[in-house]
């Protein structure tokens, strides 16, 4: 059983659209995240959320939004896509604490063009 | 916010030879220190982590040190192989928020 499992893998669209990625996890986990890879492989936290509270890296256009309709989903949705866009999207989730470290998910590659 | 540097970006060794990857941090409140390991295409995936309380931590060839007073923590890998080829990211996490915040990679290459 995939831990924390996304979809789709790979995603090609172009300009403009809106698009979503979907993810969930069957650990128990109370946190989920989403990070953004870029070509040079740095991993940018974008969001963190547990059923109490969103935290929104403030670098993060607000074309990007998470929605979360149960504790094992949180998905990512982009409005108006931007060639800058493109990336390997990846979600993750950890336990409510501080002291664990995270499980990723297999990342979603998102090519704009 | 918390910074994590990450040294070298890039590093060539031959096997069996050891490989040292070095981080920094600036928030002195961190307290959770994992490492990640990335192979082409793949997801990281956790290879080790320290806490503050400690300040060394061995799993078979691979180790890590802690510095608090210093703020900086380093990946040793022992008796490399050409598996170990891969990108490695260091992280670091506090007590005030749960997210982690990542290195900018080591490229690790172990040539036959």
């Known amino acids: 059983d995939t831990a924390v499992s996304q979809t789709p893998k790979y995603l090609v669209t172009q300009m403009g659209n809106d698009k979503s990625i979907k993810c969930e996890q069957n650990l128990g986990h109370d946190t989920m995240y989403w990070y953004k890879q870029d070509s040079k492989k740095f991993l940018k936290i974008m969001f963190s959320y547990n059923n109490k509270e969103l935290i929104i890296n403030e670098t993060v256009p607000n074309r990007f939004s998470p929605k979360s309709p149960d504790k094992a989903h949180l998905n990512l949705h982009i409005n108006s896509l931007e060639l800058g866009d493109s990336a390997v999207y990846f979600c993750a989730s950890s336990r409510g604490d501080s002291n664990y470290g995270y499980t990723f998910g297999s990342g979603t590659r998102l090519t704009v063009v | 916010g918390e910074n994590v540097e990450q040294h070298p970006s890039t590093l060539s060794v031959q096997e069996g030879d050891s490989a040292v990857i070095k981080c920094t941090y600036s928030?002195?409140?961190?307290?959770?220190f994992p490492w990640y390991k990335q192979e082409l295409g793949k997801r990281p995936q956790l290879i080790i982590d320290i806490r503050s309380n400690v300040g060394e931590k061995k799993d078979q060839r691979i180790a890590v040190t802690l510095n608090k007073t210093a703020k900086h923590f380093s990946l040793h890998i022992t008796e490399t192989q050409p598996e170990d080829s891969a990108v490695y990211f260091c992280a670091a996490r506090n007590n005030a928020g749960n997210m982690l915040t990542f290195g900018g990679g080591t490229r690790l290459m172990v040539k036959p």
């Open positions: 928030d002195s409140a961190s307290n959770y």
